[in-house]
């Protein structure tokens, strides 16, 4: 019986091109949609869930409190692993990691072929035994076991050696250390919140061999024993740091506490500073399924649609099949088998057209898709449970519509056509309302996205290039600083611990000289040459000059020094910016004097608030020179700097950023969800006018008739038009009137995660209504003309 049903339903289908066509279109674009944002999401869930035992391994962060502000950073001391397997009984194992990238880059030197690293981490020798990273060549227990070793996942190899094969054993000089290359891994997975391009055995670093309590600049990881107790351990935690840290915090006015986070929770668990990626929002995730789901949505409805308005023209199959004794559950399964059929050519098309489109998805979305997963037996599972859910769902309208037909009304042509309008036309409001919606949404985004791009960040970033500066470089760099400026490639020449885009420096006011408060504050160590270089504005008192002593040397002569606060840090002192110039507070160590106020600026993104800022003139915690170009061009300077660079520098690559590429690159994560906003709005808007089409198509078959009457006693095809899309617009009337409610509580929902917003205006909500309109007007203008335009004689002796 199925089988003759879906011989019958292929030759239906196969016979009315445009009606298969048109509903394998759409069912196509709304699975692609789904199954990529499926894997998108499941990619982002799947985070550090590879590792044995994944769920027994928990990464530990450090928190700072003082005065009632805390600061969480992902970092701890060095000493915290090796007193975690001593004094804790529930951990079976921790590691260590030094993220060398939080403070600098590395020179690696393979026979005199340079190149400038970031991604260089210090590991301990547990750290293939808690991470079980797969090594093509050693023995993970004694890769990392000695000083000077160092692994390399492929990737590294590849670029080092032509042939990881023959990278083991291998002489690698590191900042002018010999590194012998022990092991080689695979490429760390774009699913792990770690990611390197060398491990190096920690045991080579200085804390590798004398762990200590400061500073606290490690990643520390642990195995917990099986059915630990979760509290127990956080309270022997508070005990270690009271024991360990208590005293030395109390002295600083800090308390600390270190707590721990399953390593499966920290891609979505939240930013902490110093995180090794960037990490993600669990609520993009949430959106994106929504917007999974109403794509599908739109692709049933699409074919409801075209489904009931082919009812009128299959009226006259029904009734004969069932003056010639066919039953009605017999009817409902030839219908609904055609649903089937449609969906599972769409499934079969969504595959290839998913294996085709997959790296342009990759490359807007920022996340490689697993498509393997596809053809993998819970895929295809998962396939299965879609072509049930979407081809039942699907039919299921139509094949109760079609099969409950009175046969001799069926014949007579005297159906009830208006039978089921109100849920016709309640699926195209719902199909304007998401297409609107969506458009919406990518408007909201692309505006805040905007607002970033041009706020004015109280600093010039335009024309100002970075470049990494080593320690052993620091004797050379008047040298670079005077011939940039007397060659004229350079306007102002400073160095400084980061760029402005992020300074992550914490500190503490603490009481003394004429302050009596305790708060956090960011430090920036830098130059004299700062204010000038970057364009900072002086809002009282003066710059640093370069008479000024600096705090390394104020604290080995035990005297003031001078420092720069920003607005808001006098704000927070409770003083007036003219008022402040020349206080002294306390930073910690000696006293210092504030010569200057600087006038507010962005040292971070703007999802948090500039918070309070103190400047020190402190050029040995230097990690970067900054340039400032002369407008115009930057290339040819480039290759001038170059030049001067390789004379001074032979040991350095020429290495190079513009500062506000680097500001844009802070909001790489939004750019991708805007990007994503785009694609699927046009993929909605798309499918939803191909459901304006089948009720375009069932209101112009059902008047016919009128039509060509109206044709006959003179009306245009304008006036046509005018007629029909007049309940259309009716409905999108109502649609946008629910999309501009949600889009106002997306804007909120959205830009809370910013402390400066930008103003929606209502040309977003505008815009995104009539775009919607325009083409939902030239979706009813074509089939109206296409209808106005058949033979009036032809038509009305049909009727």
């Not at 320690?471 to 160095?495: C, D, W």
């Amino acid at each position: 019986m199925w089988k003759n049903y879906f011989t019958v339903s292929f030759r239906n289908l196969k016979k009315r091109k445009l009606y298969t066509g048109i509903n394998i279109i759409g069912l196509t674009v709304a699975i692609v949609s789904f199954l990529a944002i499926a894997m998108y999401t499941y990619h982002e869930l799947s985070y550090d869930k590879m590792y044995t035992d994944h769920e027994r391994i928990y990464k530990f962060n450090q928190e700072f409190s003082a005065s009632g502000e805390t600061q969480l950073v992902s970092t701890t001391p060095s000493s915290l692993a090796p007193t975690l397997m001593e004094e804790i009984s529930e951990v079976e194992l921790a590691t260590l990691v030094f993220d060398l990238s939080i403070f600098s880059t590395v020179v690696v030197d393979n026979e005199g072929d340079l190149q400038e690293e970031s991604k260089f981490a210090f590991a301990d020798e547990n750290f293939f035994k808690v991470f079980d990273f797969p090594l093509l060549f050693g023995n993970p227990d004694q890769v990392l076991s000695e000083p000077n070793q160092l692994v390399i996942p492929v990737s590294t190899a590849s670029r080092y050696f032509g042939n990881p094969n023959s990278a083991i054993g291998k002489i690698l000089k590191v900042d002018g250390a010999e590194y012998t290359i022990s092991g080689v891994m695979e490429d760390f997975p774009s699913n792990s919140h770690l990611n390197f391009d060398f491990l190096a055995s920690f045991k080579t670093h200085r804390h590798g061999k004398n762990p200590e309590w400061s500073p606290s600049n490690y990643l520390t990881y642990a195995k917990f024993q099986k059915d630990a107790d979760l509290a127990l351990v956080s309270s022997k935690l508070d005990q270690m740091m009271d024991k360990y840290l208590g005293e030395e915090m109390k002295s600083y006015g800090f308390t600390s506490s270190i707590l721990f986070q399953p390593v499966s929770s920290i891609h979505l668990g939240g930013n902490v500073l110093r995180a090794v990626k960037p990490t993600s929002n669990i609520k993009y995730l949430y959106i994106f399924g929504a917007v999974a789901l109403l794509l599908i949505l739109i692709g049933i409805f699409n074919y409801v649609n075209l489904a009931t308005a082919e009812a009128t023209e299959r009226n006259k199959e029904v009734g004969l099949r069932k003056v010639l004794g066919a039953e009605r559950s017999q009817l409902f399964g030839q219908f609904i088998s055609e649903s089937f059929i449609l969906t599972l050519f769409a499934i079969v098309f969504s595959i290839f057209a998913i294996f085709l489109l997959g790296p342009q998805f990759e490359q807007i979305s920022g996340v490689p898709l697993n498509l393997e997963l596809l053809v993998s037996p819970v895929g295809l599972l998962f396939l299965l449970i879609i072509l049930v859910i979407v081809g039942f769902t699907s039919g299921i309208y139509p094949a109760l519509i079609l099969s409950g037909m009175a046969p001799l009304k069926a014949l007579g042509n005297q159906l009830n056509v208006a039978r089921g309008a109100w849920l016709r036309k309640g699926l195209v409001v719902f199909q304007f309302f998401v297409s609107i919606g969506l458009l919406m949404a990518t408007l909201i985004v692309k505006n805040q996205l905007d607002y970033m791009r041009e706020v004015n960040l109280g600093y010039e970033r335009e024309e100002v290039l970075a470049l990494s500066l080593h320690h052993n470089m620091k004797p050379s760099y008047e040298s670079f600083k005077n011939e940039l400026l007397r060659t004229g490639i350079a306007q102002s020449v400073t160095m400084a611990a980061d760029m402005p885009v992020y300074i992550k420096a914490g500190y503490t006011i603490f009481p003394g000289g004429d302050n009596d408060k305790e708060f956090m504050i960011t430090g920036y160590s830098v130059d004299h040459e700062l204010v000038k270089t970057i364009g900072l504005k002086m809002v009282a008192g003066q710059d640093f000059s370069d008479t000024d002593i600096s705090r390394e040397q104020a604290y080995e002569e035990e005297v003031e020094f001078p420092v720069l606060l920003n607005e808001a840090a006098v704000k927070e002192l409770g003083w007036k910016n003219e008022e402040a110039v020349g206080k002294k507070v306390n930073t910690g160590g000696s006293l210092s004097y504030i010569k200057g106020v600087v006038g507010d600026f962005y040292f971070n993104s703007l999802h948090h608030q500039v918070s309070p800022l103190v400047i020190f003139l402190d050029p040995p915690q230097a990690n970067v020179i900054m340039a400032k170009l002369p407008k115009g061009n930057p290339g040819e300077y480039l290759v001038a700097l170059e030049e001067i660079w390789k004379g001074i520098f032979p040991s350095r690559p020429f290495v190079y950023k513009f500062v506000d590429e680097e500001y844009a690159r802070m909001y790489s994560s939004e750019e991708r969800i805007g990007s994503i906003f785009s694609l699927f709005s046009g993929i909605a808007i798309f499918i939803a006018c191909m459901g304006l089409f089948g009720l375009v198509s069932y209101v112009a078959l059902r008047r016919t008739r009128e039509i060509s009457i109206r044709k006959v006693l003179g009306a245009n095809s304008l006036d046509v038009l005018k007629v029909l899309s007049a309940d259309f617009f009716l409905l999108l009337a109502i649609s946008a009137l629910l999309a501009v409610g949600f889009g106002y509580w997306f804007a909120q929902e959205w830009q809370q995660e910013f402390a400066y917003k930008s103003s929606v205006s209502a040309s977003v909500y505008l815009i995104s209504i009539m775009t919607v309109a325009l083409i939902a007007l030239l979706t009813i203008a074509y089939r109206t003309f296409k209808v106005y335009h058949l033979n009036p004689a032809k038509t009305l002796k049909d009727e």
